[in-house]
């Protein structure tokens, strides 16, 4: 047996720990009582359009409904994102540069494993989603964590400069993120592309941003989700609707290889080896029909304005310190002792799930994820006034 891929099943991630006690707590006292903020669960429905196309294709010959697409998807959907995005963001992508994937985790996992060989070195932008380490272990590769500006958590340009050597391939950034909540500034963005095209001058070789952008649409109070390759051409896009349409369960997303990056045709091509060595063989047939009929389909990220609203509300009142969201369905709240996991614990002991950071990679914080009802955090005020009164 491979006693990595043991660990890996063996240990759950804390996130999905506190997830799996919660709902066992919630079976004991009731779900009312229990205040689970830990998973990245979407709490707004799938638009009706979704249901509708998926009726629509239901109706069609199963050999049709059923089969195999092309492994790097079905043409007419690759066609329908590529129109879609030169729509919003005045480009020219054709279908050809677009690789269809089973949710943004195939494809962060099929960029990862394309464009990387074993020594190599990836960046992550610390606090981060856990996941990344795995991938980019899983391809032999060293995951070097870089934490981001301790004042904002917008990405540490200088910092990220002197962890670049020339085993470097990637750096992932991921906007709005997973945990924090920020959005990176357009200004953050081009400092950022600016550093990496003087070092990929200076040792000769491509540095590829891969951009992991599952929660794009879903930003709030003016925030501004830049379109990364026109910041910084040598940029793999990963995407999902995962969040955006509420279809996590659904697995269904792409990897877009613009070509203006470097080698982008290679670069595509591995992308399409990639799924072919990790067994992905093709996204699920019935969703590339509804995403090539639902493309167009507004965002609805209102509840997500309210949810937002009233939980800093609660908050500020109660007097705790985070950073302000921006954008995803996160909140970044200060722990308030320097042990992240014993302050998420005797959270617990009020009912209150929240996640340590020490998951993300840095300690000090909890994630709040608040796609959660709004009684939910209505309801949860006590509990957040107790775990207040503790530390007082
Ligand atoms: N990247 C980030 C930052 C995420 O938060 C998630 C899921 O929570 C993923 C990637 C994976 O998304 P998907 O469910 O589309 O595979």
Redesign the pocket.
Same mark, same amino acid.
């Given at each position: 047996m491979n006693e990595r891929m043991y660990e890996l099943g063996a240990a759950p991630s804390a996130i999905r720990e506190l997830f799996a006690y919660g709902l066992a707590r919630k079976a004991e006292i009731g779900a009312d009582k229990v205040y689970d903020f830990s998973l990245?669960n979407p709490s707004v429905p799938a638009p009706d359009a979704i249901a509708q196309a998926m009726a629509k294709a239901l109706e069609l010959p199963p050999m049709q409904l059923h089969s195999y697409s092309p492994a790097q998807g079905a043409p007419a959907c690759r066609q329908a994102i590529a129109d879609n995005l030169n729509k919003r963001f005045g480009t020219a992508y054709s279908s050809d540069d677009l690789y269809l994937t089973?949710?943004?985790?195939?494809?962060?996992d099929a960029c990862i494993t394309a464009i990387t060989n074993p020594g190599d070195e990836v960046i992550a932008n610390a606090p981060y989603?856990p996941?990344y380490r795995i991938w980019i272990e899983n391809a032999g590769c060293t995951c070097v964590e870089v934490p981001t500006r301790s004042s904002d958590f917008q990405l540490d340009v200088p910092a990220l400069a002197a962890a670049i050597t020339p085993k470097t391939r990637a750096i992932i950034v991921?906007s709005p993120?997973?945990p924090v909540g920020t959005v990176y500034t357009r200004e953050n963005l081009e400092e950022l592309a600016a550093m990496l095209r003087a070092k990929e001058e200076e040792l000769g070789q491509p540095i590829y941003l891969i951009s992991?952008e +599952?929660?794009r649409e879903l930003a709030y109070g003016g925030a501004q989700v830049s379109w990364v390759p026109d910041i910084y051409a040598d940029t793999l896009v990963?995407y999902?609707w995962?969040?955006s349409f509420s279809l +996590?369960g659904e697995?269904i997303?792409y990897v877009l290889v613009p070509p203006a990056a470097a080698d982008a045709r290679r670069v595509y091509l591995a992308v399409c080896g990639a799924g072919r060595v990790l067994g992905y063989v093709c996204a699920p047939t019935l969703l590339q029909k509804v995403i090539a009929d639902c493309i167009d389909t507004p965002v609805n990220v209102e509840p997500y304005v309210r949810n937002r609203k009233l939980l800093t509300d609660m908050l500020d009142d109660l007097g705790y310190e985070y950073i302000e969201p921006a954008g995803?369905f996160y909140l970044w709240m200060k722990a308030l002792e320097p042990d992240a996991q014993a302050f998420s614990d005797k959270a617990k002991g009020h009912e209150l799930l929240i996640v340590a950071s020490d998951s993300f990679g840095v300690g000090g914080w909890v994630r709040v994820s608040y796609c959660v009802s709004e009684e939910t955090i209505v309801n949860s005020r006590d509990a957040f006034a107790a775990l207040k009164a503790d530390y007082e």
């Open positions: 990245g089973m949710g943004a985790a195939a494809a962060l989603f996941e991921n993120n997973n992991d +599952p929660y990963c999902s995962s969040k +996590p697995r997303g995803a």
